[in-house]
């Protein structure tokens, strides 16, 4: 089994910047691509930032320039450096990971129990 652990939400104001974690620990022989998403109130839950295991980074164009994401695979561990944080923001994030939890089995994604960022205006 794999867990995902999150961390670094909070109550920050407008202009105002954020650092989110997320480490993987578990059965884990590797990590494929990692992905932040949030879900924000009576909102369905879109994607936010995603990389894969060599670095490559998207980001929804609303926080483009703004959010960067970035992954410690020693760590298993990715990260989501929040600047320039608005009200629009606001949302719960989740961490998600595609892991090959051993060399025979198939990938399968896992989810972490959010964090809750809030942005006062």
């Known amino acids: 089994q794999v867990q995902l652990v999150e961390s670094g939400g909070g109550l920050v104001q407008a202009g105002g910047s954020l650092r989110l974690s997320c480490a993987a620990s578990?059965?884990?022989?590797?990590?494929?691509?990692m992905t932040w998403y949030r879900q924000a109130p009576g909102k369905q839950r879109e994607l936010v930032a995603g990389i894969t295991s060599g670095g490559a980074a998207n980001y929804v164009d609303s926080v483009k320039g703004r959010f960067t994401i970035s992954r410690d695979n020693a760590k298993n561990t990715v990260y989501l450096q929040m600047n320039s944080l608005q009200p629009e923001d606001t949302a719960v994030y989740y961490c998600n990971a595609n892991v090959k939890a051993t060399y025979w089995s198939a990938s399968a994604n896992y989810w972490g129990q959010g964090t809750q960022v809030t942005v006062s205006s």
């Open positions: 578990g059965s884990i022989f590797r990590i494929n691509a």
